[in-house]
């Protein structure tokens, strides 16, 4: 797999993703003071753009001809080790175990909400692979648990494979847990996985149409 990203001292590359193109130069608005921007208005512009240069890429789900899902499975097919953040109207649903992203904003998201979870997705880029596994995996499972109620979530094969699955990477991660604690959207969550708790609390932002 390729590994992605500016070199280390330069200014970090964020690729909007939006076939709304008033929305995607709004995020572009927010971001540019503090990284490197651009946009694409469709999936196919996205996978032009898409290179081994680009740290992040915020990508919308529902687009037309080629949805965001693609374009994501796309940019992993290629080998790109870039961070994606789904940014989309689209509630989250079981389906979103298998998809290979970052982190899962639900639209509305705010100025300070999408700048904080900017930062924060590129600063886990410096964590070795299996400790931003762990970080994805988490952040799934509060998704799931906001969204869905508990039978759901006790009948779903998918969910209980997912929650085996942060188990192992949670053995694989035990002695960097202590430089994660102090990222205050992702603590609870780790406390929760460490004491077996359901009550995961998830930082997304409220969904609307």
């Known amino acids: 797999m390729e590994q992605n990203g500016s070199p280390v001292g330069e200014e970090s590359e964020v690729l909007v993703v939006d076939d709304e193109p008033r929305l995607a130069d709004l995020f572009e608005g927010w971001l540019a003071s503090k990284w490197s921007v651009s946009t694409a208005y469709s999936g196919e512009e996205a996978l032009e753009k898409v290179s081994e240069s680009v740290d992040l890429v915020l990508l919308d789900r529902r687009m037309p001809e080629q949805s965001g899902d693609d374009v994501l499975a796309t940019i992993r097919s290629r080998g790109y080790d870039t961070r994606v953040v789904m940014v989309t109207a689209v509630d989250p649903d079981f389906d979103i175990i298998d998809m290979e992203f970052d982190d899962y904003l639900v639209k509305p998201v705010s100025k300070d909400e999408l700048l904080d979870n900017v930062a924060d997705v590129l600063e886990r880029a410096a964590y070795e692979s299996s400790v931003r596994e762990y970080y994805s995996l988490a952040s799934k499972r509060a998704l799931l648990e906001k969204e869905k109620a508990e039978h759901e979530l006790n009948e779903s094969t998918a969910y209980q494979e997912l929650l085996a699955r942060i188990d ?15 990222h205050t959207d992702f603590a609870d969550v780790f406390r929760d996985l460490d004491s077996g708790t359901d009550g995961v609390s998830s930082s997304r932002s409220p969904s609307s149409d």
């Open 168 to 182: 192992d990477v949670a053995a694989e991660t035990d002695r960097t847990i202590s430089r994660l604690e102090s």
